[in-house]
T-cell receptor
Framework: GAGVSQTPSNKVTEKGKYVELRCDPI?????LYWYRQSLGQGPEFLIY????????DSGLPNDRFFAVRPEGSVSTLKIQRTERGDSAVYLC??????????????FGQGTRLTVV | AQSVTQPDIHITVSEGASLELRCNYS??????LFWYVQSPGQGLQLLLK??????LVQGIKGFEAEFKRSQSSFNLRKPSVHWSDAAEYFC??????????????FGTGTRLTIIP
């Protein structure tokens, strides 16, 4: 597609439920990032994929958060046993850059997750 | 660890007036600096970036930023704002992680309001 696509745009879930957030990167982009933006804050890094592998997951807050990118394109961020503190906008970005490059990252519009 | 401070949470400017948004960073090595803009319901869009060389960087939409190492600053400027510039602006510093990826650390943002 023309840009990074994230679905759904909005998700409301009950505390304790499991959610999946999807990211379709720009075609051909090998690098994919997930960020989380809480209300009134800037985005915070969660995880980085180069191809199919999670090369850097140092930003995941705890083991309830997990992300996959099985075919090196679409990525899914999975959150188990959601808590109200997980409410935020989850942003995905992709870039054409290989490791060590400085290619621009293009951001999707985000998924607004609300845990009630 | 790197950090970014945007001291102004909210700025109001008259249309046609000049604009300066402040950004201070903390980073042990040569920083890679970015300004992004986020309009309501939109993803983050890169305005400009500084990697090296000329400390005055030109970006899209008539924006520019100046890197001042002695002040650890990277302020964003525009000589004459338009109503369409109303948005949230984020400064970010990029750091190469041990995994080779570019990890962005964002400030908390400055919300810009334009009045007629």
């Amino acid at each position: 597609g023309a840009g990074v696509s994230q679905t759904p745009s909005n998700k409301v879930t009950e505390k304790g439920k499991y959610v999946e957030l999807r990211c379709d990167p720009i075609s051909g982009h090998t690098a994919l990032y997930w960020y989380r933006q809480s209300l009134g804050q800037g985005p915070e890094f969660l995880i980085y994929f180069q191809g199919t592998g999670a090369a850097d997951d140092s930003g995941l807050p705890n083991d309830r958060f997990f992300a996959v990118r099985p075919e090196g394109s679409v990525s899914t961020l999975k959150i188990q046993r959601t808590e109200r503190g997980d409410s935020a906008v989850y942003l995905c970005a992709s870039s054409s850059g290989q490791v060590g490059s400085r290619a621009e990252a293009f951001f999707g519009q985000g998924t607004r997750l609300t845990v009630v | 660890a790197q950090s970014v401070t945007q001291p102004d949470i909210h700025i109001t400017v008259s249309e046609g007036a000049s604009l300066e948004l402040r950004c201070n960073y903390s980073y042990g090595a040569t920083p890679y600096l970015f300004w992004y803009v986020q309009s309501p319901g939109q993803g983050l869009q890169l305005l400009l970036k500084y990697f090296s060389g000329d400390t005055l960087v030109q970006g899209i939409k008539g924006f520019e930023a100046e890197f001042k190492r002695s002040q650890s600053s990277f302020n964003l400027r525009k000589p004459s704002v338009h109503w369409s510039d109303a948005a949230e602006y984020f400064c970010a510093v990029g750091a190469r992680s041990n995994f080779g990826n570019e990890k962005l650390t964002f400030g908390t943002g400055t919300r810009l309001t334009i009045i007629p």
